[in-house]
């Protein structure tokens, strides 16, 4: 066995074939074999976005939320607001998005960093609650339980349309989350990424050696928020709807499931948890608009019980073994 | 005067529901700290029991109650042993994704079985109505509730919480390989408990149909309120919830009588400024 | 010779990927005392732990009164009156030292009275939660609560880890007493080679998951050349 | 043969997903009795469940069922969120949709290949409140669900009702999610009003605020009560008992008004559903599919959302629910309001009407 | 000026006193050991210094500054360093990354989200380099969860090793560790710079003996007494509540 930490270090930072591979395929599989499936994949790719927001805080910092559609819906709503009063350039929307979100994650997170565990997961679930019952009463804001009205979103730097054939909101969600990965990626790899492992692990610890735990969650919190709204602006735009329901305990309890899915704490957990998820949702109600949802529940239950770290848990396992016999 | 009077018992009795339908999660997930979401799925369960007995076969509701808790008992035992069992160690997310999908399954099955619909039973006739005391109407069947949840708390409080077999309990959670190692059958304990907080689970969902409906996605419509009881109360404490939900109910109901256009805000609020200053709740133990 | 009480044959055992004991061959007879020691990481816990059942066997058998009990899940081997004291106390942290003693407690001559007389420190702390007790108090109420399930073999994996030496002086006594006279069996993993080779009668060194010495415990304690050599004891000193 | 592909974005799971099954049932219930092939088409339907309020899954729903499955006519439409964001893909794809529940006034205003065969809120309330008006009602309360369809209900009542010359003197609004009504009616107990008007979603709501106000003694024998159609439905009435006697509701259909279509309507449900009765869901999902029939009648089989949109215009038939019509104008629904009464019929409580309000539009559109 | 000081602690739990009027002063360099009963109060003193505990009256001091209202990480970046009586470690991580984050703290580097963490050579080398001097390098890249406890007791004290502390205080460091290598480590740590002082809790008698140059002995949350070891052995009174029979004499 080596132990060159040099060696050691950066093989577990390097980019691996099979990143490379996986990206070129989520370009080329759906415009050349799939192009009727374009509207799902940009919604894949949107909430893949949002998935890896949640992944961060959850997956890497052990915060765990029920709330972090709030901030899904706030971006949304934003993006929404901005657009439907005549602003509907989607990049600058995105930024606004961007904005709104991780101030209103900043100002959340300084509840969030003092509380952990049950209460943690209470908290959030309650703000959710709370955000979704401001939205209703700010009707005249944002439209209320009927949603959001009037959102047109220009073309793609000017050339672009988002027809309802897709091509333009796939190509923007890829884009989108790909330079978001990117960023997460190099997040997780820096010392910052190992130090919120290390809160998650054990805050006592940290604290002993001179972390300031607080502010470093505090500002993946806030990364995280902005993040998960700029998810939420990317489906503001692309479908041009937005409802009380993006901020709601539904969607984030989703998208929780799709995190836990794909496997918590390693990025392309949440998108492949994302993406199954997704994938089986839209061929099983289209098979079965009435029960399919037994069929969905059948799936979490044999993941957990089979692939308790995941389906990418179950698959860098394989793999290993594999690669060792 | 009589007026606040009528509320308080509002809210006490609101509070007494919301304790019945959470009970058995406080067992499941308070004491078992096994993250629970299927505890509304086996609520559901027993409030399908009982429809089915009372409003099809016609039994009297109050002959139905004890069955929905044996029945749901039993079923949970079997799912024990076949599924619940193996996931107790694998860390709270997996469990989240399992008894989510647990949810979903059993709700699929019951759409299937009973259809979509709302269901209702008949309530005998001492239930219905009021007793009136003085100016004050007190509902029968919210009188009936209070009574129920006196009964289960004591019952679960002292036959549970405060014996050897609820220290039992609590220290195979604590650590389960010790726990073994020190010759405790943490597998039968562990069943045994799951199946008791699954059938106070059912017990719960019998006595809610007449308040909250019964249909499908029952199972998901009462899993956040009784999240925010089992949170409020304190993991490991029945007796927390038991207060918890009490003030909740009072808290909710006085709330709503009072400042009105607050209404939605106001259990999410008191939720979230209680765990804010007491992150264990109001009596955890753990 | 009378059938031993713990007898291990040719056992392999270890952990998920990894085998860590190889070919242990191993008698215990009833009443006696063992010390097993060996230096970090060598296997001496895994040892333990595959008595109890917690680790993989990959094979060789285990044997409890000429009863073979290789299949047995940890809480029958400890009904069978197998007592473990796992190396990092492990008290259950939610209960109280009161709770933590009576959860487990077996019929016997042992009783929470009796352990609050060897541990006095207890007895005052008897209503604290096993989360809010000092280092050392964690240790003895790990020891005592053990001791709570009446055992006929006494697996002890470094007891005296963290107790002020008054206490390990009075600990050691009451440990005799009950080998002594109440024929209770030790095995006894220790680092301070010297106390534990004082306890016990026999004595095995692990060498990377293998046993590479045994021999009677006042031998050993004589034999400052093998201890230097598996220990790195400088006794000589 | 010619196929005519018919995409079904409804709700199917979930929360809402019995209002769904009945206004499915009301699709199938129309195929039945009047076959599969229509203008020499076979009439195709394809469902699709977007599991509750989730505008961007009805939009991405709408979307590939015109690009993957190519239908010709977008239907369904419970939720008037979702029926916004199919709005969108009706207008751009240029296909005939039909509303057959959402009740939002605006939806149909948002693609010009849009018609509803369900209700307005303001449709219905509007003219209720203008009716209380009339009976010499001075003084009411209101009480209302606090988000989109409650509000709006209310908001239409109160105008209509305050424009007569009458006077709202307390108005409050309930929780969506809502378990306990008893501190809202207490309000209104204590505030002693002439008259109540409550909006609640159908579902478990009614009966629970039927026993609520009946707990509370607020019944018509000392307050007048008035409501939309959900508020004495048969399982708020069984909760409610003889104190419902007196409820006055607006609605515009009725399960056991006595016509000969309509009856018919109703035995053939109730064998094809296991007893159950069709409600306001099975009736705009059963007059969707009316509509359809119809239009393809008159352009010959033409799918193009421009032919089949201008064949519906001005449509008018005889429903199950009285008579009804397309407004060629804004392509919404025109039917009669009809006023009800719980009264005592074969010794049980009944809606009976008492009164109808012919040809009444959306105030506003 | 000395590199640590106490006046006047006091702190209980309930009315259990665990700490009272304790005043304590370490000058730079000291070698200073705290012996006392179990369940004394010794490693809630700690808790007090590094601020995982909040005092209910008195004052700290370090290298002449108070410290009393900081929280504790903020002490810890002031050159306190400790290790804990029961491990405390980041269990799913590799001791290489545990003691790389550490050092990287004191590089004031952890804030640093766009900066990979394989490219500081400065911090990695530094970690590997005291794995190495501690016995740990073999397996550093394997998860701390599946050390043996021994040497998981060794990296605990990596880990306030790579703050470079100027203040280091140490809970039974040498707990699960063999009598070898515990002499080992505190050879390690004897060997530290002059100008740091160790403040340290032990109940084997050889080492304290060995390595302290002052003992405090703490008794039901007081000093009981306090001197050079020669006096502290020969003392009766810390023979009767500590100490017992000749063995450690
Ligand atoms: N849970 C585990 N999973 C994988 N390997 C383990 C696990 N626990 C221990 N090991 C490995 O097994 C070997 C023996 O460990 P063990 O704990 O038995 O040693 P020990 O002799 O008790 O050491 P110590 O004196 O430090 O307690 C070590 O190499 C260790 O890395
Ligand atoms: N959170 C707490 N609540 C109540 N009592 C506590 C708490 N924490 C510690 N104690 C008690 O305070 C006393 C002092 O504990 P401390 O851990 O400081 O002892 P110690 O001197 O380090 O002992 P040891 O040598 O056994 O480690 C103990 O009796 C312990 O039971
Ligand atoms: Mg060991
Ligand atoms: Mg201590």
């Not at chain 3, 047995?72 to 197998?82: E, F, S, V």
């Not at chain 4, 708020?236 to 006697?245: D, F, I, R, S």
């Amino acid at each position: 066995m080596s132990t060159d930490p040099h060696l050691w270090l950066r093989h577990k930072a390097r980019v691996s074939p099979y990143e490379v591979a996986f990206w070129i395929a989520a370009l080329i599989v759906p415009y050349v074999l799939l192009p009727k499936y374009l509207a799902l994949a940009s919604q894949i790719a949107i909430m893949a976005t949002f998935c890896i927001s949640l992944d961060l805080i959850l997956g890497y910092a052990g915060i765990i939320s029920l709330g972090h559609a709030a901030f899904f819906g706030i971006g949304a709503y934003a993006a929404g607001i901005l657009s439907a009063r005549g602003w509907g350039e989607p990049l600058s929307g995105l930024l606004f998005a961007a904005v709104v979100a991780g101030l209103a994650g900043w100002i959340i997170g300084f509840m969030i960093v003092r509380v952990q565990h049950l209460a943690l997961l209470m908290i959030t679930l309650g703000l959710s609650f709370l955000a979704v019952e401001v939205a209703n009463t700010f009707d005249g804001l944002t439209g209320g339980a009927d949603g959001l009205l009037g959102i047109d979103t220009w073309k793609l730097f000017g050339i672009w349309k988002f027809s309802i054939w897709g091509h333009t909101s796939y190509a923007y969600a890829l884009g989108v989350s790909f330079l978001i990965f990117l960023l997460c990626r190099r997040l997780v790899h820096s010392p910052f990424g190992l130090t919120l492992e290390a809160i998650r692990e054990n805050p006592q610890r940290t604290t002993a050696i001179g972390v300031a735990n607080r502010r470093h969650l505090q500002w993946v919190f806030t990364l995280s928020s902005s993040i998960a709204g700029i998810a939420g602006a990317m489906l503001a735009q692309t479908t041009k709807t937005v409802s009380l329901e993006s901020l709601g305990f539904q969607n984030s309890a989703e998208i929780a499931v799709m995190l836990i899915l794909g496997g918590t704490g390693r990025l392309y957990g949440a998108i492949v948890g994302t993406i199954i998820f997704m994938v089986a949702r839209d061929q099983l109600s289209g098979m079965n608009p009435k029960y399919w949802y037994f069929w969905i529940g059948i799936l979490l239950m044999m993941v957990v019980l089979f692939m308790p770290r995941g389906i990418l848990g179950a698959m860098q396992r394989l793999a290993a073994k594999m690669s060792r016999s | 005067m009589s007026q606040l009077l009528a509320v308080m018992f509002d809210g006490v009795a609101f509070g007494m529901l919301l304790f019945l339908i959470s009970v058995g999660l406080s067992v499941t997930l308070g004491m078992m700290n096994f993250t629970n979401l299927a505890h509304g799925a086996f609520a559901m369960v027993g409030g399908y029991v009982t429809f089915a007995l009372a409003s099809l076969a016609g039994w009297p509701f109050l002959a139905t109650l004890p069955v929905a808790f044996l029945a749901t008992m039993a079923i949970a035992a079997v799912f024990e042993r076949l599924l619940f069992r193996y996931i107790y160690e694998t860390g709270e997310l997996n469990q989240v994704l399992f008894t989510i999908g647990f949810v979903f399954t059993a709700s699929a099955t019951a759409a299937y079985v009973f259809g979509t619909v709302h269901q209702s039973v008949d309530m005998p006739a001492v239930l219905t109505g009021f007793i009136e005391l003085g100016e004050i109407k007190l509902p029968s069947y919210r009188l009936f509730l209070v009574a129920i949840a006196l009964v289960i708390t004591v019952g679960v409080v002292y036959g549970l919480e405060h014996t050897r077999f609820g220290a039992m309990v609590r220290a195979s959670v604590d650590n389960q390989k010790v726990a073994r190692g020190l010759g405790l059958n943490v597998n039968r304990i562990f069943a045994l408990t799951f199946a008791l907080g699954s059938g106070l689970a059912g017990l719960g969902g019998a006595l809610a149909i007449e308040v909250l409906g019964l249909d499908p996605s029952f199972g998901f419509h009462i899993l956040v309120l009784v999240l925010i009881v089992v949170a409020l109360g304190g993991l490991g404490s029945v007796w927390g919830s038991f207060v918890a939900a009490l003030c909740l109910g009072v808290f909710d109901v006085g709330g709503k009588y009072f400042v009105p256009e607050l209404g939605s805000f106001l259990i999410y609020l008191f939720m979230v400024a209680l765990l804010f200053f007491r992150p264990q709740g109001l009596f955890g133990k753990r | 010779m009378a059938e031993p009480l713990l007898s291990l044959r040719g056992v392999s055992a270890g952990y998920a990927e990894s085998v860590v004991l190889n070919d242990i061959n191993l008698d215990i007879s009833e009443g006696s005392g063992l010390a097993v020691l060996g230096r970090n990481g060598v296997g001496k816990s895994t040892l333990i732990e595959t008595v109890m059942g917690f680790t993989r066997l990959v094979s060789g058998s285990i044997h409890w009164r000429g009863r073979d009990i290789t299949r047995l899940k940890p809480h029958q081997r400890a009904a069978q009156g197998i007592g473990w004291i796992p190396q990092e106390r492990c008290v259950f942290p939610t209960l109280t030292v009161e709770e933590n003693l009576n959860v487990v407690a077996r019929p016997g001559s042992l009783t929470a009275a009796r352990v609050y007389e060897i541990f006095p420190r207890l007895a005052e702390r008897r209503q604290n939660r096993g989360s809010q007790l000092s280092g050392g108090e964690q240790q003895m109420l790990a020891i005592g609560r053990t001791l709570m399930t009446n055992p006929s073999l006494l697996l002890l994996d470094e007891p005296l880890e963290g107790l002020a030496p008054i206490v390990i002086e009075e600990l050691g006594q009451s440990i005799a007493h009950m080998s002594g006279d109440e024929g209770m069996t030790l095995v006894l993993v220790e680092q301070h080679a010297e106390l534990a080779l004082e306890m016990t009668r026999e004595a095995v060194i692990i060498e990377r998951g293998r046993i590479v010495h045994r021999a009677p415990a006042a031998e050993l304690r004589a034999d400052h050349d093998t201890l230097d050599r598996y220990i790195g004891l400088n006794l000589g000193e | 043969q010619k196929t005519v592909k018919i995409g079904v974005t409804n709700v199917y799971s979930g929360q809402f997903a019995d209002p769904g099954a009945q206004l499915d049932a009301g699709i199938k219930l129309y195929m039945q009795l009047h076959g599969d092939t229509v203008a020499g088409a076979k009439i195709q339907i394809i469902r699709r469940d977007v599991g509750g309020i989730a505008p961007p899954v009805a939009k991405r729903l709408a979307e590939e069922l015109v690009v993957r499955e190519r239908v010709d006519i977008l239907a369904g439409n419970l939720l008037t969120p979702n029926a916004l964001a199919v709005a969108g893909v009706s207008k751009d794809a240029e296909k005939f949709t039909v509303v057959m529940n959402a009740a939002t006034p605006i939806i149909t205003t948002k693609s010009p290949y849009m018609v509803r065969t369900s209700l307005t809120t303001s449709q219905l309330n509007h003219h209720f409140g203008e009716w209380v008006a009339k009976q010499g009602v001075k003084n009411v309360y209101t009480m209302v669900t606090n988000y989109g369809p409650g509000t709006s209900s209310g908001k239409s009542f109160e105008d209509a009702f305050k424009k007569k010359g009458g006077k709202v003197v307390g108005a409050d609004k309930t929780p969506v999610v809502n378990p306990d009504f008893s501190p809202f009616v207490q309000r209104v107990a204590e505030a002693k009003p002439e008259a109540l008007y409550v909006w609640v979603p159908g579902g478990t709501q009614p009966p629970a605020l039927g026993k609520a106000l009946a707990e509370r003694g607020v019944t018509p024998a000392n307050t007048k009560i008035f409501g939309q159609g959900e508020l004495t439905d048969d399982a708020a009435l069984e909760a409610m008992g003889k104190v419902a006697l007196g409820i006055i509701t607006a609605y515009h259909y009725n399960v056991h008004r006595d016509t000969p279509l309509n009856t018919r309507f109703v035995k053939a449900y109730r064998a094809a559903n296991n007893g159950r009765d069709p409600d306001i869901y099975s009736i705009g999902g059963y007059d969707g599919m009316h509509l359809i029939y119809e239009v393809l009648k008159k352009t010959g089989g033409n799918t193009s959302g421009k032919a089949m949109i201008e064949a519906a215009k001005g449509m008018s038939w005889e429903s199950p629910r009285g008579m009804m019509s397309i407004d060629p104008r804004t392509r919404d629904v025109v039917q009669t309001v009809w006023i009800r009464e719980v009264k005592m019929k074969d010794g049980k409580p009944a809606n009976i009407i008492i009164d109808h309000i012919d040809n009444a539009k959306d105030p506003d559109l | 000026m000395n590199a640590l000081e106490t006046r006047k602690l006091d702190k209980s739990f309930g009315n259990l006193v665990v700490a009272q009027d304790i005043s304590l002063a370490l000058p730079a360099g000291a070698r200073h050991a705290l012996i006392g009963p179990n369940g004394a109060g010794k490693t809630t003193l700690i808790n007090l210094i590094t601020g995982a505990l909040k005092p209910d009256a008195g004052e700290i001091f370090l290298g002449g500054h108070e410290i009393s209202g900081l929280p504790g990480n903020a002490r810890a970046k002031r050159g306190l360093g400790r290790t804990f009586q029961i491990n405390t470690l980041f269990v799913s991580l590799t001791p290489l990354e545990s003691v790389a984050l550490a050092v990287c703290e004191r590089l004031a580097v952890t804030g640093k989200w766009l900066a990979s963490l394989a490219r500081r050579r400065d911090a990695i080398d530094e970690a590997f380099d005291l794995l190495s001097r501690l016995g740990l390098a073999k397996d550093c890249t394997k998860p701390t969860r599946d050390l043996p406890y021994g040497q998981q007791r060794l990296l605990e004290i990596a880990l306030a090793l790579a703050g470079r502390p100027s203040v280091l205080l140490l809970d039974e460091p040498a707990a699960g560790v063999p009598t070898s290598e515990s002499t080992a480590l505190f050879d390690a740590i004897a060997a530290l710079p002059e100008a740091i002082s160790v403040l340290f809790i032990e109940h084997d008698m050889n080492i304290v003996f060995t390595f302290a140059s002052r003992i405090t002995v703490l008794v039901q949350g007081r000093v009981l007494t306090e001197g050079p070891p020669d006096e502290i052995a020969r003392s009766p009174e810390v023979r009767a509540v500590y100490l017992g029979g000749a063995k450690h004499g």
